[in-house]
């Protein structure tokens, strides 16, 4: 199996050394190769184990009660009463 890895890398946006493409397509070769090898589970249920059922726990609602001037008064910045943040998407 051929694993394109300079595509791969400029799909995650990677820098890849010429030097190094080599060496890259080589391991991820083996590595596809060592998951194709791996057994097929026998059963839907794997990971499930019947003796050790999981147990959700119940929601409870929180006794202590803040006002909403109380939990912004720790912001920083404040603009209409909403907080400000620095900008993170362009």
Do not use: W, Y
């Not at 051929?2 to 190094?20: G, M, Q």
């Not at 589970?41 to 019947?50: I, N, W």
């Amino acid at each position: 199996m051929s694993i394109d890895v300079k595509h791969l890398a400029k799909l995650a946006r990677l820098r890849i050394d010429e030097d190094k493409l080599a060496k890259f397509e080589k391991d991820m070769e083996s590595i596809v190769s060592m998951v194709e090898q791996l057994p097929q589970p026998k059963t839907q249920a794997v990971g499930l184990d019947p003796e050790h059922p999981m147990k959700l726990r119940c929601d409870v609602e929180s006794e202590v009660k803040f006002t909403r001037n109380e939990l912004l008064a720790n912001a920083p910045k404040m603009q209409a009463g909403c907080v400000v943040v620095p900008k993170t998407v362009e």
